[in-house]
């Protein structure tokens, strides 16, 4: 009978410290996400503002064009970057959510016997 209850704690803490790493996990990345949304809502900025100081010292049509030609290009390629390095960051997340819950899963299947 002793038996049950030290495997019942055993279980008990295995699945708080697979919780405690789950959420460690999750606040890491959810730091560093935002830490990325505020870097790229930062740099978007400057360089809108940059575009368009150069837009109004524009002194011909072609000129115009083309700081808003390598203006677009610019915006696009860094929204792409930040955009795959979010999904890379989230892509990482569900890895390291996922070791503890299967760690838990193979303890629990050991317990029981399975």
Known sequence: MLGNFEVVEQVGKTNIEAASKVFDSLSKTTN???TEITAYSKSSFESG????????????LD???????????????????????????YADLGKEVFKPLAELTNVSRATSGK
Not at 49 to 60: I, V
């Open 49 to 60: 503002s940059k575009a368009m100081e150069q837009l109004l010292g524009a002194k011909s």
């Open 63 to 89: 000129k115009a064009i083309e700081v808003q030609s390598e203006y677009a290009k610019s915006i696009y390629e860094d929204f792409t970057a930040r955009l795959t390095k979010v999904g890379q960051l």
């Open 32 to 34: 560093a996400v935002a």
